[in-house]
Structures are given as C-alpha cells and as structure tokens.
C-alpha cells in the first residue's frame, strides 16, 4: 500500500474534511472512517501500480523490495487486494458521507492507476496527469465534510496540486539513474535533469505562493496561517532556486526533503487558526 505515502495523502484528506465550515463538532468515528476508507483508496491506487510496474520496480533499487516485485505476493494477489480495498473504501465513502466525496475518489483511483502508471512509460505529461489524483484528497475531503465544490475547497486542491511538481521533479532528479534504466519519462527536458527543470520548479513554486494567500481571502483561516503558508512558500522557492543554481544531486534532495515537511506545516497551520 505504499504506508508512508497512503498516510501523507490522508492526512490531507482528512485536514481538509475538518477544514470544511460545515464541520463544527469534530466526530472521531467520522474521522476514523474518512481516514480507514483514505488509506483503502489510496492503498488500492498504489497496490494496482505495483502489480502492472512488478517489472520496472524489481529493476531499481529504490522499488526492488516491494512486495510483488520481489516476489514475496503475486500479481493476482495485489489485484485482488486493491479490487477490495478499493471498493470497500468508495462504499464507505458514499455511505457515510456523499456520494460526490465517493464519486471523486473513484475517478482519483481511476486515473492514478489506469491513466497516470502506464503514461510514465510515454510522455514526461505523466508528472501533470498525476497531480490531479495527488492533489484531489484534499477536495474529496472538503466535500466529504461541506457537500460543496466552493472556492475554498478548490484552493486547497491546488496548494496541493502546484506543490506535486517541485516535489516528483525532486524525486526524478535524484532517481534519474533507476527511472532511466526502466525508461520512466518524468522529467520535464528530455536530456534528463537540466537547468530547465529547475527552472520549471521555481516557476511552479512561485505560483504556490500567492496560491497560499486564497484561503485567507477566502474566509477559511486567518492571518497566522497566512504568515505560514507565506514563509513555507518562499521557502520552497529558495530552495528551487538553488537547485537551478547547484544543479545537482544535494541541492535536489534538499528541495525533496523541504517538499516532505512542507504539507504538514501547511495544512497543519491553516487547521491550528480555524481552532
């Protein structure tokens, strides 16, 4: 199920869900289930792309360990898994909450499994397809708790979403050499990590940051979070910058682990001042 990254997409989900105006009195069985029906979408969404990518992952070293890759579950075994999991997280979803909040959470399973795994193979676009499933969590969880597609929820779909492309460009950057050797195209230039990569990642960190101000604008937190999501902001624009600067390996991790602790600081904070 990819643990690590089935959690950090629920927890966005779920912060969302509570962010919603509609949710006053925060229900813990509610959130319980948001985040158990979470991790059965996302973990049937990342269970399908290890079963069709068993030969890719066996060749790198990052992915070589994973279940079906190594051999340890067998390709039937991880399809049955995620046709399981993958139902049962949309019903609770339609049960539960509505049936807007499951039906975007079928499409998000849809297109990260059907559409975004096999398009790595084809066209560098795979890194924009995939950042509509990374970032509608955080929408499937505002409609799961508002029952609405109101600006404010659409403002916390695309923090997520513009902050997907620094991010996975990091990640291809310092795994250019295994992505390469399976023939992965993650990368924006087709000659592999260049200044325009860089440059790419600045540009789309630069869009994050009056992105971060809308919720303000919009009556969702206040002025603290605002300060916050302002500071992490610009914080990742330092560190693309550097990367365009450095243009190496170091200066691409930083950018990734900035990415890794910059939603929780973000959602965290917006959640903080609506308390």
Known sequence: MKFTLSFTVVFTCVI?????????????????????????????????????????????????????????????????FATITGVLGIAIMWKYFNFSSALLSAFSLFLYAFIYTPLKKI????VLVGAFPGALPCLIGWVAGN?????????????????????????????????????FKLLPAKEGPTRF????????????????????????????????????????????????????VPAARRVMFSSYIYLPIVYLALLADKL
């Open 197 to 248: 990569t860089a440059l790419q990642s600045i540009m789309y960190a630069v869009l994050m940051v009056p992105v971060g101000l809308i919720p303000y604008y919009l009556n969702l937190t206040g002025q603290i979070s605002m300060w916050i999501l302002l500071v992490a902001n610009i914080f990742m624009v330092v560190q693309c910058v550097r990367l365009y600067q450095n243009m190496g």
């Open 16 to 80: 969302c869900y509570m962010l919603a105006p509609k949710v006053m009195a925060y229900d813990w069985t509610m959130i319980l289930l948001l985040t158990f029906a979470g991790l059965c979408i996302t973990g049937s969404a990342n269970s399908i792309n290890q079963a069709v990518e068993k030969d890719t992952d066996a060749l790198m070293k990052r992915t070589a360990n994973r279940p079906v890759a190594s051999g340890r579950m067998s390709q039937q075994t991880a399809y049955t």
């Open 123 to 126: 066209n560098s676009i795979a």
């Open 147 to 183: 029952d609405d597609f109101a600006y404010a929820g659409l403002a916390l779909f695309l923090i997520q979403f513009l902050w997907q492309f620094p991010h996975f460009w990091a990640i291809a950057w310092v795994s250019h050499t295994d992505y390469s050797r399976v023939g």
